[in-house]
């Protein structure tokens, strides 16, 4: 989400620190940035909101409360004006007919309201942040959304038939144009808002032209509402309209939400839309169903065991505070009784508390220890596969993974991820034959002209779902069992088991699924070894073969190390000897080269450049070329 840095200035009278220092603090403590643009005389911080904290920070207050954890500053309290007006007595009935979909609903109705462009302020804002001004009062209530969380709409007035608002189930085949004169088609699994005579809106998604808000509008129903994730998500899907509404009640919000941010649209629509004649009317609000106050204990000793930290009871104190988190703790007692916030849909337990309490203290501020060497259980099926796959790659195997869908099969999926991906696929034989196709062409780089791949994983021969194993050998030269059956006798062996398999053309094809072992334990060896991963190049490799002779008594070393030399960070992997042929007082030896660059494609003007220096340094030493 975009988030504006004078809109988040607003929470605070102290002056923030810059918007670099910002990103970078809150990319250690909270959301991955994604960048920094300028808007005007504004910067625009852009941060990856995951889903975990949608609840509360898709919006500039849940930032603003992250800025208050991290640095300490107070958040102003006050933030809208606070007019009184004269009260409204325009009727308004609200009735909610699906409680378990719609779990709030408020609306209020507001006399006398001006249409016309919003101040200059308030569309800088939404400009910064992506948004397009429309009007003072719907600019008001997209302001308040992206500033508070709660998603907010206003109808017309006079064009609410009997001044009735009804939250229910779509009709089948109930018809409604939405804002942007699309026609949308409903059925009874969607949820709308409506009066007596039609759709005024699809619920949290989008609002209809029935009741829309125009130049003419001058009075106004405002909603505020909170609906059910799962069924909002679904709609959504299904009439392919995503909008940043629907974003905020598919992640959930707190329905204690909609209070707050009633009142503060209202105070917003006063100043921008109002004028002496303004009247403003009671809020009608229908709140089924109250979500309990959630309460979670945790102690100082399950902090600093679990982020292995040595934090007193006065600095976990100070963190919860910096979280505006409402908690008790007794002078002489470890324990912390915490309150959990409406919109922290997210905590729930202990150890929430204790990776929140982590996240603000510093991650880079938690030693790195190596645990205690752990005793696990292994579960047999898995013990099973472990031992394979320990003892096929210790044998030069690699394994893959190939595509579980497939164009042809036993069962086929419902919705389809592509026309030849159709079916679950019924063996590993198919896709393994593939790997083998393609793994073949590239054979040099693994070291040789050859390949050998296996594949455990599940297949669905007529329906029923089974763990395989697959083994497969291809050549450059050609293709052929390899030695299978006698590896598959050694694994055989080594399993102290029998294993049976299908021969489809030089793969062979194992079902494990009846094959019971005893459960394991094991000490896991904590290794404090450094690994690093090295990228694989995704351009194309070259190879030269050279044929050198040597005098008899010359170490073949010698000259793989000059073949190393001159080939330098171009070369791949050792020359390999593919051919020794010895002549009376000397030897020639032929040697494999694989050249490859990280960056670029390798010209053959590149590569003989390498290879005329090998062989200027070949005539120095009076070797031959054969």
């Known amino acids: 989400m975009k988030f504006s840095y004078q809109w988040l200035q607003n929470y605070f009278e102290d002056t923030l620190p810059s918007p670099e220092e910002l990103e970078q603090k809150i990319a250690l403590h909270a959301f991955e940035p994604e960048g920094i643009e300028i808007a005007g005389n504004d910067s625009v911080l852009d941060f990856d909101v995951l889903p975990n904290r949608a609840h509360d920070c898709l919006c500039h207050l ?82 308040v959304m992206f500033d508070l969380g709660q998603p907010l709409h ?86 392919k309209l995503q909008t940043d509404s629907s974003k905020r009640f598919e992640n959930e919000i707190t329905p204690e939400l909609v209070g707050e941010a009633m009142e503060a649209v209202t105070q917003l629509i006063l100043e921008v839309a109002g004028d002496e004649q303004t009247k403003v009317g009671t809020i009608e609000d229908v709140y089924p169903v109250t979500p309990e106050e959630k309460t979670v204990s945790v102690t100082v000793s399950q902090i600093n065991q679990t982020l292995g930290l040595e934090l007193t009871q006065a600095e976990v104190s100070t963190i919860l505070n910096q979280l505006r988190f409402t908690h008790t703790n007794e002078e002489d007692s470890e324990v912390f009784e915490i309150t959990i916030p409406h919109n922290r849909i997210d905590l729930s337990i202990p150890e929430d508390i204790i990776e929140e309490i982590g996240r603000i203290h510093g991650y880079d501020l938690i030693p790195t220890v190596l645990p205690n060497t752990p005793t ?22 690699h394994e893959v993974m190939t595509y579980t869908f497939r164009n042809k099969g036993d069962v086929e999926m419902a919705n389809a991820l592509a026309s030849d991906k159709r079916f679950l696929r019924k063996n590993l034989t198919d896709g393994l034959r593939e790997s083998l196709d393609k793994n073949v062409r ?139 042929y010895e002549k009376e007082d000397r030897v020639s030896y032929a040697y494999r080269i694989v050249l490859q660059s990280h960056d670029q494609t390798l010209t053959d003007e590149a590569v003989n450049i390498i290879m005329e220096k090998i062989n200027d340094e070949l005539e120095a030493r009076h070797w031959d070329v054969r």
């Open 154 to 239: 206003a109808f017309d007035y006079e064009k609410v038939s009997g001044q009735t608002i009804s939250i229910r189930r779509a009709e089948s085949e109930e018809k409604t144009i939405i804002l942007g004169g699309e026609e949308i088609t409903l059925d009874s699994e969607h949820l709308v808002i409506a009066d007596p005579e039609g759709v005024l809106a699809i619920a949290g998604i989008k609002g209809g032209t029935k009741a829309e808000v125009t130049e003419g509008t001058t009075t106004i129903v405002l909603e505020a509402a909170n609906f059910e994730p799962i069924s909002t998500r679904k709609t959504s899907r299904h009439l």
């Open 376 to 397: 696990v259980v292994i579960h047999p099926e898995t013990n099973l596969t472990h031992r394979i796959r320990n003892f096929l790659t210790q044998r030069g195997f």
């Open 62 to 143: 849940g930032l603003a409360n992250e800025i208050h954890a991290l640095y300490g500053l107070p958040i102003k309290t006050e933030r809208y004006s606070n007019k009184t007006v004269e009260p409204s007595t325009l009727p308004l009935t609200i009735s909610i007919e699906d409680t378990e979909r719609c779990r709030r609903y408020a609306g209020r109705v507001i006399e006398n309201v001006q249409i016309k462009p919003s101040p200059t302020w308030l569309k800088e804002r939404l400009e910064a942040i992506g948004q397009r001004s429309i009007n003072n009062v719907v600019d008001a209530t997209n302001y």
């Open 442 to 580: 590239n054979a040099e780089l693994f070291g040789g002209d050859h390949v050998f791949l296996f594949e455990i994983g599940s297949v669905f021969p007529e329906g029923n779902q089974q763990t395989h194993l697959a083994l497969g050998f291809a050549s450059q030269q050609k293709k052929a069992k390899g030695g299978l059956h006698e590896v598959l006798t050694a694994l055989s062996e080594h399993l102290g088991i029998t294993l049976k398999a299908q021969d489809q053309d030089g793969v062979l094809e194992i079902d494990l699924s009846n094959i019971t072992t005893e459960t394991t334990e094991y000490n896991l060896q904590l290794s404090k070894d450094n690994r690093n991963f090295e990228p694989y190049s995704i351009y194309p490799f070259v190879l030269r073969d050279i044929a050198v002779w040597l005098p008899k008594n010359e170490d073949p070393e010698n000259l793989v190390a000059l073949l190393k030399e001159k080939a330098g960070e171009l070369l791949v992997r050792e020359p390999r000897l593919f051919d020794r």
